[in-house]
């Protein structure tokens, strides 16, 4: 406990925390405030998904490199997860569905993007592993694949059409659970040696030292039930207070929530490629897609049979997977070459920047 | 003849060699018995396929070189073609463009999927000719772009559409046809020296000692007469067929039809693969789809004109223009890196597994 | 000026020179002799652009690298331009646009094929700079994401769509300007070394001497303002000629004006692929398309609001947009080896063949 406020003290970010008690406060006295509430429910998710981030990678670091592994590619994502699970309670799938494919393309894009961009401006030639970035490119491949069937077939509104498309997204579910499954015992169990320098770097993320085992586990425990909270809030003001700001719901779900989610991560890619470690920008960034693609995504799918009000499906609409499928092209041939320079980041971010443009014209009535 | 017999009597597969004198007297005895029919005809073709292979590259082996690889090319695969050639004269066009599109998702597929997860199972990592991969890779490309043009264009009814579509195909079935002839003479005559390690091993695919040209010859007129015979009952059962077991036509068309025709193909894919000869399995693989699409698709268009009972043409439907897309794009990608592990293998299949679901859930009234 | 005449009369080429005076002689006499009209325009254009071109050249040439890198990459299309210019002032947005796209896809496709062809056929492998290509391809493919995006989702008619089209058109250009300008920085300044043997074989692009930089400057000037007077007459002419010869309004924009405006080009591409000088060819036309889609397209997107009628969107339909894009991937594929043979060379002319067969045969009604 000592040590979680030593960290807090010296890491201007979890200041931050203080908005957590704000947004519970400001919830009960005006409910109906709904710009300030998602202003506050964001300020207060930042600092949380951080704790989260370093929790999950202190457990990691105590528990051997295979179970470690397993952890950080398990709950590497649990904010996006948590947050989505809110959205998923609420029955906005649309909101849910727009966070996953948000996360992807900034992930994939602005992510790596700005990792070359800051690490290139630094250093003339940037060099990292290309093997894992291929394996993380090739799972990315696969997920948009599986995510292009149901939404390129079942455009139908007849009630066989509608329950094929729920069919069929079970089954796309399972496999890209089962797809991630593999893909973890290939990487961390039987062709590790491929992935040498990025496993290194993800084990020192954060550039701090662990924390004990016990604070890890209570850490994470906490703030994932704080995280759930504040989600709440965020789901209820978010599309109001989109409104308020001029923005439109797709520019919202896609590029804001995806920010805030993955805020902490960011930190971590970025300073990375300015310390010239950009096997742990590009794991960062490109594991951070495959995940939420292979397993955020298909694990909602299940839960939702669970928890939401109905079944949710895997159908995105046309705009969402040809921009996925652009994300995943561009990543993956950016990152095939194994070095990059300042330039590489700038066709990145521009490609992102095309598609955070149009979102942002976008009229809420052609979409 | 005698070797012929000792053939039979070492190959368990060709003990199947029985169903095909069953299935005439099931046809005579009980034409209605469609089910039944489609059983026996699987059954009859699949020995019938592994001895028209054998005896083509037996001719093969005894003309040299350049002929011997021109007749593989030509005849590699006769089963598809005269399978086709039945659909053909029975106007199923739907049937033929169906096992066209089929053929070419499973060799490139499956196919090279399975073989990657079979030798990479028993070996840690395998390499192969790289020149050769990306050699059929491109030209298949070039076929899935001409496949895509009139699909794209012709979704018109009006008899001005038509007539393009028509014309458009001619035009399109030539083109495909002279790059094909222009890619022998690179592979065969003026390049040959990139292709070593993939044409030793399509000399010996079958790992038996060819037999004698006489018997070679007198075994490919025979058996493609046979195979001629056969094709008409299964392409006249396998409809019905299809609804007794519970299947869609497109997916007996694209999945069925392709297993069936390429079945000897396989075998000797996957024991290459074994045997840590990956260039055999993927010049097998990535050889037959490149085949089926500048070769036998073209060849059929033309036949259309003078068996037909109207001119056939290149139109596709755009999910099966999509698939064959992918196909291209993942068979091209994987093996654009000349070595390849069990996970890749499982990638490929994941892929292959997607399509084959969808079309199996796919109610007939959405297709 | 003396040097000018001893170029004419050595140079085949410019004797065309004299079908100038002629066009306009016809012009005044027969206005309404399109076909005439356009026979003549486009032989007077086709030495203009060599005279442009060289013109050009010898500029960059006396003003040292950085700026004449720069002049070649802005004025390097100025023929295309100021024909498309002369289009966008006559209200023909449909031509504008379709050579726009007949430019890039001309040149990624036919200039890139040709010249692999032509070089393969007398030189058995070629070898050329990878980095560049990567670059050129790159940046092509960059601008067929930000063309797709607008093609895509601006399909309705509302008055909402319209202006929003518009506006992403607009921010569309400034952000491709951008992005062509900081990789100008990239290639001449920050990274220019890894640009060595193509920078190498743009200097020397004509094999000819460079002229005096005044003798340039006028010639620069003076043809200029020829080739515009030119392009009015092509471009009044063009519709009704085309007509006139049996094709179809989106073969003309496509093919013809895009083989007239790049045919100085074109030479010197070829010239150098005999002349083993690969990096000068794959140099011309991935950067000719890369400059048409990156600078020339967006300054008339820019330009429409001063010059034109109306101003000019960024939309283009949607086979356009396909097209250009399988143009990018195959000219970025073939590339990516950085080594070439002639059947290279057969397969990217093929895909070219596809498209213009497709453009040719294509009824009016069905576009």
New interface residues.
Partial sequence: MHQLLKEIRHNPLLWLLVFVPVVFAAETLAPEAYTLLFVLSVLAIVPLAALLSHATESVAAKTGDSVGGLLNATLGNLTELVIALAALRAGQYMLVKASIAGAIVTNSLFVLGASFLLGGLKH?VQEYNRASA?FQA??L??AI??L??PS???E?D?P??V??TQ??SL??AV?LI??YG??ML?SLK??REFFGSAEHAEGGESGEAPWPLGLALATLAGVTVLVALVSEVFVESVQEAAVAFGMTPAFVGFIVVALVGGAAEMGSAFSGARKNRLDLSVGIALGSAAQIALFVAPVLVLLSYVMGPAPMNLQFW??AV?TMM?ATI?A???TN?GRS????G??VL??Y???A??LY???P??Q
């Fill in positions: 003339h291929r090739a799972l491949f696969l694949v599986a292009l069937v390129a077939v079942g139908a007849s066989a059409a329950a094929f069919k069929l089954g796309l496999l089962a797809a593999l893909g290939f039987t062709h046309p705009g040809v652009i561009t993956s041939s950016v070459a320079t300042w330039f590489v700038v066709l521009m490609v920047l095309i598609f443009m149009t014209l976008l009229p009535q052609v």
